[in-house]
């Protein structure tokens, strides 16, 4: 098996953190890794706010759904990376959407979150990619403006705490050859 595919595996959604600082070496490793990532015709559509500021981690916080079980720790998170997308330039020519799916900024956005994640995994740090908020709220928050949006913040720390591997289901489950077989 590859060390990417171990990497892969080992990967959780950890919801609990070490009080201990991040290096600034390795952030900024994780923001190469969201600089390195893949986007529609190299748009590079994400924005990355790096959030330490324990008073603005507490505003983030507020703006999680009620039940979201990212809330209880989310400020004992040493860094959160909130990650906003620039509008209508991924999957845009011309001004105009090229695909029946429109902008593609959440794909785009999806495969720089991968790359920031994996790559704190690679450094020994959990991640817990958090979805279930008040996006207007955030984008106020951090001072995002018009013609962006929040997609994901990302609570990173070490981990006090890795929940164990979630079920997953098998191959032939999921897998078609040359077309779909039903299900």
């Given at each position: 098996?590859?060390?990417?595919?171990?990497?892969?595996?080992?990967?959780?959604?950890?919801?609990n953190y070490e009080e201990k600082a991040i290096p600034q070496a390795v952030v900024n490793e994780l923001l190469e890794a969201?600089?390195?990532?893949?986007?529609?015709?190299?748009?590079?559509?994400?924005?990355?706010?790096?959030?330490?500021?324990?008073?603005?981690?507490?505003?983030?916080?507020?703006?999680?759904?009620?039940?979201?079980?990212?809330?209880?720790?989310?400020?004992?998170?040493?860094?959160?990376?909130?990650?906003?997308?620039?509008?209508?330039?991924?999957?845009?020519?011309?001004?105009?959407?090229?695909?029946?799916?429109?902008?593609?900024?959440?794909?785009?956005?999806?495969?720089?979150?991968?790359?920031?994640?994996?790559?704190?995994?690679?450094?020994?740090?959990?991640?817990?990619?958090?979805?279930?908020?008040?996006?207007?709220?955030?984008?106020?928050?951090?001072?995002?403006?018009?013609?962006?949006?929040?997609?994901?913040?990302?609570?990173?720390?070490?981990?006090?705490?890795?929940?164990?591997?979630?079920?997953?289901?098998?191959?032939?489950?999921?897998?078609?050859?040359?077309k779909f077989a039903g299900v």
């Open positions: 098996m590859s060390d990417f595919l171990d990497l892969l595996k080992e990967r959780r959604s950890v919801r969201v600089q390195w990532s893949p986007s529609w015709a190299n748009t590079q559509c994400w924005e990355v706010i790096a959030v330490d500021d324990p008073a603005i981690k507490a505003e983030l916080a507020e703006t999680l759904a009620k039940g979201n079980p990212a809330k209880k720790n989310f400020v004992q998170a040493p860094v959160v990376f909130v990650l906003g997308a620039k509008l209508k330039s991924s999957g845009y020519y011309k001004e105009q959407a090229t695909t029946k799916f429109g902008d593609w900024f959440l794909f785009d956005l999806g495969i720089c979150t991968q790359s920031l994640c994996l790559t704190a995994q690679a450094n020994g740090l959990g991640t817990v990619i958090v979805g279930l908020f008040d996006q207007d709220a955030a984008k106020r928050v951090v001072n995002l403006p018009d013609g962006y949006d929040v997609v994901t913040m990302i609570p990173t720390g070490y981990p006090s705490k890795v929940p164990s591997a979630p079920k997953r289901r098998e191959l032939s489950e999921f897998v078609h050859k040359n």
